[in-house]
C-alpha cells in the first residue's frame, strides 16, 4: 500500500523518488532510535545526519498497516480505511518531501512537511473522487482531530499546516479543471521554502 500512494503522489507531482519500502522501519527499531516516545504516534519519519550522508527510517503503526493490507489499493481505502490512509499517506509525503529536498540541497522546516502532508492527503482523495472535494476538505481540514499529548509546539504547527493547507486546497478547488489543478501542484512543489510558505500564508490571509 505504501508503494501504491507513492506511485500515485509520484505521478501527481512527475517526480521520482526512491522506494519508501526499502526504509520502512518497525516498532521495535523505532524504540531502539527513541526510547520509550513521550507520545503514541501513529506514524515517524526519522533522519539522522551522517559522516557518509542521512539515515532516513519511515514508521507506519502496524495496527494501520494491517488496516491497509486487504484493500485492493488506495482508492478503496478512501472509503473504508480513511484514517488508516491518512496515516500511511502522511508518511509517504513526509519522506518524498525529504527527499527531495535533500536532492536538491535544501533545507525543510517541519512546518512545510506537515503542510505537504495535509496538501497531499487531499490531493490524491480529490483527484481520484473529484466530485467528493467539499467532503474530503471538510473532513481533512474541519473535522480532522489533533492527538493527545501533543505539545504546545506541536499543537501549534499542526494547527497552522492545517490552516495554511486548507486555504490552499480550497485554491485547488477553484481551479477549472484537472489540468489546472495538477499545473498549480506541479508548480508548488518545485517552488523553494521560501516561495510556498509566502504563497500559502498569502492565500490564508
Known amino acids: 500500500m505504501l508503494r501504491a500512494i507513492q506511485d500515485n503522489l509520484q505521478a501527481i507531482y512527475r517526480i521520482a523518488a526512491p522506494d519508501v519500502r526499502r526504509f520502512v522501519i518497525d516498532e521495535?527499531?523505532?524504540?531502539?532510535?527513541?526510547?520509550?516516545?513521550d507520545r503514541d504516534a501513529q506514524e515517524w519519519v526519522l533522519v539522522r545526519e551522517g559522516?557518509?550522508?542521512?539515515d532516513v527510517g519511515v514508521y507506519?503503526?502496524?495496527?494501520?498497516l494491517e488496516r491497509l493490507r486487504p484493500m485492493s489499493g488506495p482508492f478503496e481505502a478512501l472509503d473504508d480505511a480513511f484514517d488508516a490512509f491518512c496515516v500511511a499517506t502522511e508518511g509517504v509525503s513526509h519522506f518524498m518531501m525529504l527527499f527531495e529536498r535533500a536532492r536538491r540541497g535544501e533545507p525543510v522546516s517541519m512546518l512545510e512537511l506537515e503542510t505537504q502532508a495535509e496538501v497531499d492527503k487531499f490531493v490524491f482523495a480529490?483527484?481520484?473522487?473529484?466530485?467528493r472535494a467539499q467532503e474530503w476538505h471538510s473532513r481533512i481540514f474541519q473535522h480532522a482531530r489533533l492527538a493527545e499529548g501533543l505539545s504546545e509546539d506541536e499543537i501549534t504547527r499542526y494547527?497552522?499546516?492545517g490552516r495554511l493547507a486548507?486555504?490552499?486546497c480550497a485554491e485547488l478547488c477553484a481551479r477549472p479543471h484537472t489540468g489546472a489543478i495538477l499545473?498549480?501542484?506541479?508548480?508548488?512543489w518545485r517552488d523553494s521554502g521560501?516561495?510556498?510558505m509566502d504563497r500559502l500564508r498569502r492565500l490564508a490571509a
Open 28 to 37: 521495535d527499531q523505532l524504540r531502539s532510535v527513541l526510547g520509550d516516545p
Open 51 to 54: 559522516p557518509d550522508g542521512v
Open 60 to 64: 507506519v503503526a502496524a495496527q494501520a
Open 126 to 131: 480529490t483527484l481520484h473522487h473529484p466530485e
Open 159 to 161: 494547527t497552522e499546516a
Open 166 to 168: 486548507g486555504a490552499f
Open 183 to 188: 499545473d498549480l501542484l506541479r508548480s508548488f
Open 194 to 196: 521560501s516561495q510556498r
